[in-house]
Structures are given as C-alpha cells and as structure tokens.
C-alpha cells in the first residue's frame, strides 16, 4: 500500500489551494478514506472522510464549508479543496487509509505535503 500526496504550497489568507493523494498497491474504490493534517507543535488531527463510493462525507467542524472532499475511483485519487484559508489552516496534511491487509486492518499514511497560509 502506498499513499502519496501533493498540492500543498504558500498561499496567502483568503486563498485556495488542492490537495491530491494518489493510492496504490490495493482495491481503491472499496476502502473510505480521510485527510488528516498536523499543525507544528500539535497533534495530528481528523479533517475530512469520505466513503468508498464518494457518497458520503464528513468534515471537522474547523473546515465545514470551505473544504470539499472528493475522489476518483477510475484513476485511484483522493482530493482536497480548500477554499478561504486560514492562517490556522498551515499544517502537513496527510492522507490516511485503513485497508484489509491479509485479513488484518492496518493503518496507512502517506508522507505528507505541507501548506502554509500566510501574507
């Protein structure tokens, strides 16, 4: 299993920027999946989910309304885009995924991509 993310950058307040991560090594379209993010010196924290299908989503209350979680299941892509942002939005954002590995969950995370809100 592999998750790889991209997208993150500079970006000013007010601004927008899109998140990608791209899985691989399982059966994408059977598996939910989250973004979680990880402000310096915090905990990493739950942001968006969103079900196998793309039906149904789910959004911190902190994001509510300025992100939108979505996904493509033909090219195995996970996406985030987030609108009016927030200095307290800069954080490493990760993509997480919890796949049946030989009968066993496990946990992945891919490695990251840092976002950085500020003028």
């Known amino acids: 299993v592999q998750l790889v993310e991209s997208g993150g950058g500079l970006v000013q307040p007010g601004g927008s920027l899109s998140l990608s991560c791209a899985g691989s090594?399982?059966?994408?379209?059977?598996?939910?999946m989250s973004w979680f993010r990880q402000p310096p010196g915090k905990e990493r924290d739950w942001v968006a989910i969103?079900?196998?299908?793309?039906?149904?989503?789910d959004y911190a209350d902190s994001v509510k309304g300025r992100f939108t979680i979505s996904r493509d299941n033909a090219k195995n892509m996970l996406y985030l885009q987030m609108n009016s942002l927030k200095p307290e939005d800069t954080a490493v954002y990760y993509c997480?995924?919890?796949?049946?590995?030989?009968?066993?969950?496990?946990?992945?995370w891919g490695q990251g991509t840092q976002v950085t809100v500020s003028s």
């Open positions: 090594g399982f059966t994408f379209r059977n598996y939910g």
């Open positions: 969103i079900s196998s299908a793309g039906g149904t989503t």
């Open positions: 997480k995924a919890r796949v049946n590995t030989n009968g066993v969950i496990r946990t992945y």
